[in-house]
């Protein structure tokens, strides 16, 4: 069955540091996702992407932050400067024309 | 404000009950409703979806829905100790980006 696959699994970094965050969504998806959650926390919508441009974006979506679909499979996830305030999980998801939504493993983010 | 509350338990049940889960929304707009599965760690697993009142039932799952409420609910049948997970509701106004909006989770433990 396809799914949703990310990289790294954990990513430790210095406050400061960019980051790149990987996924490569399920292969005849449309519409991609990036999620986080803080450790403890809910489940928090940052950006989605559709026909190579941000439809929707959240508050927490500031400048740092950034996406990408550089080639037909990867969708990328960028951090300029990270804070200590970026650790947590952060979730890729895909989905067709459908409204579900499918989740990656997700990447734990630590920021020291 | 778009809200979707839960109860964040625990709930417990006895292996083989009927496990309830409940959760409210704010948005009167909102279109569509999900629930996950998540395991401690692990991503948010899609379980069920549904878009129009009444139920709607697959396997051991049942969600229920009604709009006039704002009301979602999953019902667990026969649940078992593989069940114990947080349960996410999720929902989206249908709007161009299609966000998720989530709840915080009703943790449910089923005991053997």
């Known amino acids: 069955e396809p799914e949703v696959t990310q990289t790294p699994s954990h990513q430790v970094t210095q406050m400061g540091q960019e980051v790149i965050l990987r996924c490569v969504p399920i292969s005849n998806h449309l519409y991609f996702y990036w999620y986080r959650q803080i450790l403890g926390q809910k489940v928090e919508f940052l950006v989605s992407?559709?026909?190579?441009?941000?439809?929707?974006k959240s508050e927490i979506f500031d400048d740092q932050f950034s996406v990408e679909r550089p080639d037909g499979s990867n969708f990328t996830l960028k951090i300029r400067s990270t804070k200590l305030e970026d650790s947590a999980m952060y979730f890729c998801a895909s989905r067709l024309v459908s409204y579900e939504q499918y989740f990656g493993p997700g990447t734990r983010l630590t920021v020291t | 404000q778009k809200e979707v509350e839960q109860n964040s338990g625990p709930l417990s049940v006895p292996e083989g009950a009927i496990a309830s889960l409940n959760c409210t929304y704010s948005?009167?707009?909102?279109?569509?409703f999900f629930w996950y599965r998540q395991y401690s760690g692990k991503s948010p697993e899609l379980i069920m979806s549904?878009?129009?009142?009444g139920d709607k039932e697959d396997g051991r799952f049942t969600a229920q829905l009604n709009k006039a409420s704002q009301y979602v609910s999953l019902l667990i049948r026969d649940s078992q100790p593989s069940d114990s997970a947080t349960y996410l509701c999720?929902?989206?106004?249908?709007?161009?980006?299609?966000?998720?909006?989530f709840g915080g989770g009703t943790r449910l433990m089923v005991k053997p």
């Open positions: 999720a929902v989206n106004l249908g709007d161009a980006g299609n966000m998720l909006t």
């Open positions: 948005d009167r707009g909102s279109q569509s």
């Open positions: 992407f559709y026909n190579n441009e941000i439809s929707e």
């Open positions: 549904i878009y129009s009142n």
